[in-house]
């Protein structure tokens, strides 16, 4: 009977323990003004949404994005190899090509429960140097950004959102 109520128990606690990280790691809710409650994205592409290029020419775009309040994300150079750096993709196929792009530079941030790391992060505004190159003719772009938002006591799972251009390259 004792090893019965054991076993009982031990499941019952490794239950528990399954239940409070599942939620742990469910990643918080905001509502775009750092309150927690109604889920908003994390990074909202901003503008622009149509870029005209010189056909074939390498061209130089400035993508704008938004942290959402009470949130960060990793830089592209992150500090350590473990943490989801920010990065920028144009797919194959979509009749623009990325070049290569430039980040800025990322902030120091300390948490308040680690003070002695420091991360490099974006927070509020940046914005993304991405040299491009197009095909003549109109292309709807689908861009990503990848990037792993975290708040000051947990980072979400790595997310990947859709930067929807349109890129006219001109002859």
């Known amino acids: 009977m004792f090893a019965m109520d054991s076993r009982i128990r031990i499941s019952a606690a ?3 323990s399954l239940a409070s990280f599942q ?12 309150r927690a409650g109604v889920k908003t994205a994390a990074v909202e592409y901003l503008f622009p949404e149509q870029v005209t290029l010189p056909a074939n020419t390498p061209s130089t775009v400035t ?8 949130l960060h994300i990793n830089s592209h150079t992150p500090k350590d ?12 196929g979509s009749g623009v090509r990325l070049e290569g792009a430039s980040y800025p530079a990322g902030a120091d941030f ?14 509020g505004e940046f914005a993304i140097q991405a040299r491009m190159v197009a095909a003549a003719g109109n292309h709807m772009v689908e861009a990503k950004l990848r990037y792993q938002a975290c708040d000051n006591s947990a980072c979400m799972p790595p997310k990947t959102i859709t930067v929807a251009m349109d890129v006219v390259g001109k002859q």
């Open 14 to 16: 490794i239950a528990l």
């Open 23 to 34: 939620t742990a790691a469910q990643p918080p809710l905001f509502d775009g003004m750092g």
């Open 63 to 70: 993508l704008h994005f938004r942290v959402a309040p009470g």
């Open 81 to 92: 190899s473990y943490f989801i750096p920010t990065e920028f993709s144009i797919p194959d």
């Open 110 to 123: 300390t948490l308040p429960l680690d003070p002695d790391t420091k991360l490099s992060v974006y927070s």
